[in-house]
């Protein structure tokens, strides 16, 4: 599990809410119109935004996402491909036949590989299955994108509602109160929404898609030089770009 996420997200709230009460009560920034109109309203728009069934998947992808660590390490699938490498220049590509790939990607391009495949067809049916999945994982940062943009509107017009009410209200005292709680409290909302949910749940899964981004084309590459019976330190300065750190400080020494 991200954790930074969730510690994130219960920080900021509770930095709101400790302000909140050290000036006065909770009670007065609890408004139902103005949840209505912010939250109401941009699910509303997200919805006009993106089909039903988008809304849901995406939401889904955005939140495995920002809330789980991905499962494939980079690190690991160089080392495994360095392993392969050097599996094959000894025994060749049949020697993969009984290999366990954990990796579901690499192991069907290893698989391919043993079937007589072609380093052009591997990579043109990886990179089909990788783009695919990848345009997933955007849709959802497109998703909270589309909800951070949204909020803040929202907030500005529950705030011209507000001020509306308040000014067609001015000869009767007791209703500009909760004119002007709707007037500032969904401004309130719909900033809060934005930049401490939405917005930074958005910015995380743009990181982490480029970096899901360039751990699956360094399974792609992987696979295609182990195709290709590439030499073991041949593939370490190929895949050696792809890792976050470059290459492991001990290998570095070794080479």
Same mark, same amino acid.
């Given at each position: 599990?991200?954790?930074?996420? =969730?510690?994130?997200?219960?920080?900021?709230?509770?930095?709101?809410?400790?302000?909140?009460?050290?000036?006065?009560?909770?009670?007065?920034?609890?408004?139902?119109?103005?949840?209505?109109?912010?939250?109401?309203?941009?699910?509303?728009?997200?919805?006009?935004?993106?089909?039903?069934?988008?809304?849901?998947?995406?939401?889904?992808?955005?939140?495995?996402?920002?809330?789980?660590?991905?499962?494939?390490?980079?690190?690991?699938?160089?080392?495994?491909?360095?392993?392969?490498?050097?599996?094959?220049?000894?025994?060749?590509? =049949?020697?993969?036949?009984?290999?366990?790939?954990?990796?579901?990607?690499?192991?069907?391009?290893?698989?391919?590989?043993?079937?007589?495949?072609?380093?052009?067809?591997?990579?043109?049916?990886?990179?089909?299955?990788?783009?695919?999945?990848?345009?997933?994982?955007?849709?959802?940062?497109?998703?909270?994108?589309?909800?951070?943009?949204?909020?803040?509107?929202?907030?500005?017009?529950?705030?011209?509602?507000?001020?509306?009410?308040?000014?067609?209200? =001015?000869?009767?005292?007791?209703?500009?109160?909760?004119?002007?709680?709707?007037?500032?409290?969904?401004?309130?909302?719909?900033?809060?929404?934005?930049?401490?949910?939405?917005?930074?749940?958005?910015?995380?899964?743009?990181?982490?898609?480029?970096?899901?981004?360039?751990?699956?084309?360094?399974?792609?590459?992987?696979?295609?030089?182990?195709?290709?019976?590439?030499?073991?330190?041949?593939?370490?300065?190929?895949?050696?770009?792809?890792?976050?750190?470059?290459?492991?400080?001990?290998?570095?020494?070794?080479?």
């Amino acid at each position: 599990m991200d954790i930074a996420t =969730l510690i994130g997200i219960i920080a900021g709230a509770g930095v709101i809410f400790g302000a909140i009460l050290m000036g006065g009560s909770l009670d007065s920034f609890v408004d139902v119109p103005s949840i209505m109109v912010v939250f109401g309203g941009t699910a509303a728009a997200t919805l006009i935004k993106f089909p039903m069934r988008d809304v849901v998947k995406s939401l889904k992808i955005g939140v495995g996402i920002a809330f789980k660590n991905p499962k494939e390490d980079p690190l690991s699938i160089y080392e495994k491909a360095i392993e392969l490498a050097a599996l094959v220049r000894k025994n060749g590509l =049949l020697g993969l036949e009984n290999v366990e790939v954990e990796n579901e990607i690499m192991a069907r391009g290893i698989r391919m590989c043993v079937d007589g495949h072609s380093g052009e067809v591997i990579r043109s049916s990886i990179s089909s299955e990788v783009e695919k999945s990848i345009q997933n994982d955007e849709l959802g940062e497109l998703m909270f994108r589309g909800i951070g943009d949204t909020a803040p509107a929202f907030g500005m017009i529950g705030t011209l509602v507000g001020l509306v009410q308040m000014l067609a209200n =001015l000869s009767d005292p007791d209703a500009i109160g909760p004119a002007m709680a709707i007037a500032m409290l969904t401004t309130f909302y719909g900033a809060v929404l934005a930049n401490l949910i939405a917005l930074p749940i958005a910015d995380k899964l743009a990181l982490k898609v480029d970096r899901l981004r360039n751990t699956k084309q360094l399974i792609i590459e992987s696979v295609v030089q182990i195709q290709a019976s590439q030499s073991p330190m041949v593939m370490k300065e190929i895949l050696g770009p792809y890792l976050p750190g470059g290459v492991p400080a001990d290998e570095d020494a070794g080479a």
